[in-house]
Every structure is written in structure tokens, then in C-alpha cells.
């Protein structure tokens, strides 16, 4: 994933459009809109663009949050939230980064590739938080 956007098959959600309900996919899938639902993409990576809104749970690989986001992030890989992000919920993944200035509000369940996890309390941030994991 470079930037959150693959060469490969992707879904791109405009800027222009609303969608209420849950989706599921077999490609990666970009958000510029709104969706207030779930979304169902595991092996497939989501952005979430500077303009997008997402109220609900994700289950994906990678995850990179540039918009606004309020629910969980279940990814299989890591998840990415950069300066631009407005993210509150839960993240469960194998490895997060967060860049300064991003707001940041959540609790953090890290994987080592097994079962074991770490759990890391509910954090508000706006001060820089670089790398966990």
C-alpha cells in the first residue's frame, strides 16, 4: 500500500456521496465520502481520505486514516492514522503508527503474530504520539 492507494482493483467512494449500510468486498477500498456502516474487506486494504467520514467497524489488512473516523478497526496488518485524522474508537492490529498532530482517542490492542496481545489503555492525544508497536 503506498499512501493508502495499490495498483491492484480498488473501489474508490466520492467525495459527493453518502452510503448508509454495511459493505463487503473482495478489492481495497478508498473513502472520500461518507459511510456510516461496516465494512468487510480482509484481505484487502482501506483508506480513509483527508475528506472522509467513517462511523462504524472495520475488518481489513491494512488500515491508513487520513479523514474522520468513529468506531473499530479490526486489520490484520497495521493501521496508519497521520496528522490529518480525527480517529476515536478501538484499534486491533499487529503494528499502528500515529503522527503528530493527529487526534487520537482510542484503546490499542496489539498482536505479536500470535495470540498474545498487549493492551494499552484509552488515549486522547494531540501532542505527538510517533510510532507504538
Known amino acids: 500500500m503506498n499512501n493508502g492507494i495499490s495498483k491492484e482493483e480498488k473501489t474508490a467512494i466520492s467525495h459527493s456521496t453518502t452510503i448508509v449500510g454495511n459493505i463487503k468486498a473482495e478489492e481495497h477500498l478508498i473513502i472520500n465520502g461518507t459511510v456510516k456502516g461496516n465494512i468487510q474487506i480482509d484481505k ?5 481520505g483527508p475528506n472522509g467520514r467513517l462511523d462504524g467497524d472495520v475488518h481489513a489488512h ?13 486489520a490484520k496488518g497495521t493501521v496508519a492514522v497521520t496528522k490529518e485524522a480525527n480517529f476515536s474508537g478501538v484499534v486491533r492490529s499487529n503494528g499502528i503508527s500515529i503522527e503528530e498532530g493527529a487526534f487520537f482517542e482510542a484503546s490499542v490492542e496489539l498482536g505479536r503474530g500470535s495470540k498474545k496481545s498487549e493492551v494499552l489503555p484509552k488515549t486522547s492525544s494531540k501532542k505527538p504520539i510517533t510510532e507504538i508497536g
Request: aromatic share 12%; charged share 20%.
Open 44 to 48: 484487502y486494504n482501506l483508506f480513509i
Open 62 to 74: 491494512n488500515v491508513r486514516v487520513r479523514g474522520h473516523m468513529r468506531g473499530e478497526i479490526n
